[in-house]
């Protein structure tokens, strides 16, 4: 258990408090930033792909999309379907 090179992770974040969450995902910064490999599958988009090198969205079982973690919280589709940001919140009205 010292010094693991990979770390699997699966919903860290439900059920907790958001500033729980927040402490979370920056344990999670740190641990991939010292070199771990985390695979972490979660429901919290936002969170997790801010977090993320890179990224796979996968629905109904299949990977429909994949990128860094920067491409998908731009790309319009995830936007729209996962972050609940439409392009017309996004540039005003």
Known sequence: MAGPRLLMMDEPSLGLAPLVV??????????????????????????????AHRGYVMETGRIILSGTGAELLNHQAVR???????ARRRTGP
Not at 29 to 34: D, G, I, K, Y
Request: aromatic share 6%; hydrophobic share 50%.
């Open 22 to 51: 927040r402490d979370i995902f920056a344990i999670i910064r740190q641990l991939s930033q010292e070199g771990i490999t985390i695979l972490l599958i979660e429901q919290n988009a936002n969170a997790a792909l801010r977090a």
């Open 80 to 86: 729209d379907a996962y972050l609940g940001q439409s």
